[in-house]
């Protein structure tokens, strides 16, 4: 019986990373090739699966589409949450405390999957609408009641003076956002990391002058 048992786990394992192989390659050929022009036959050859495998495993290319873009929006709201998560009052600096969270969220922003999620989004949204609403509903919404939870708590501490706390997290994000969007080229050029840590600077210290408990 444990014999059988490891068998299945070992099927069940090789099944599971050819899934993950074939959205990889998949996020890749749309990056590239955009949905109209990228063919299963490419996803598999860059998956190095059989065109065959591909099918039994998502039944067409708009569920592979679908699922390879849910899959990054998972990650993606797993590390920003995870950078919200630091925003914790210890009764220190409260703008290095805001600066450290800012810069864990601007490497969020500015990692390469992400503006190439954001790119294959926007250049599909005639077809796919729906994808970019799940995407903002499901990471940019849920980061930013993440982060005015924060803010709350901090208010309640008497830390910050914030009588709307979604509101100044959607101000905070959008003063880190816009200038790295600008600097960025919308992701097309590379940004040293003292460029980043500027944006953060500022974005902290504009937040502070309008948000900063009397």
Not at 38 to 56: C, F, L
Not at 129 to 143: A, E, I, M, S
Request: hydrophobic share 50%; net charge negative.
């Amino acid at each position: 019986m444990s014999a059988v048992g490891a068998g299945d786990l070992t099927g069940s394992r090789g099944r599971i990373d050819k899934r993950q192989a074939i959205l990889d390659a998949a996020f890749a050929v749309f990056a590239r090739e955009g949905y109209a022009q990228a063919g299963v036959d490419a996803i598999a050859a860059e998956a190095g699966v059989a065109k065959a495998t591909v099918y039994n495993h998502f039944g067409d290319k708009e569920t592979v589409l679908r699922q390879t873009v849910g899959l990054l929006a998972e990650q993606a709201l797993a590390q920003n949450l995870a950078a919200v998560g630091r925003l914790t009052d210890t009764g220190g600096d409260l703008r290095a405390l805001l600066e450290d969270v800012g810069l864990s969220l601007a490497h969020c922003y500015c990692d390469e999957r992400s503006w190439t999620l954001r790119r294959l989004l926007l250049s599909e949204f005639s077809r796919f609408p729906d994808l970019l609403g799940l995407v903002f509903g499901q990471v940019n919404d849920r980061v930013i009641e993440a982060l005015a939870d924060r803010l709350a708590r901090l208010a309640l501490a008497g830390r910050l003076h914030v009588t709307d706390p979604v509101a100044a997290a959607e101000q905070f994000a959008a003063l880190l956002g816009s200038p790295l969007d600008k600097r960025t080229r919308l992701g097309t050029r590379d940004v040293s990391d003292e460029e980043i840590r500027a944006v953060v600077s500022a974005a902290a210290g504009t937040f502070l002058k309008a948000f900063a408990a009397p």
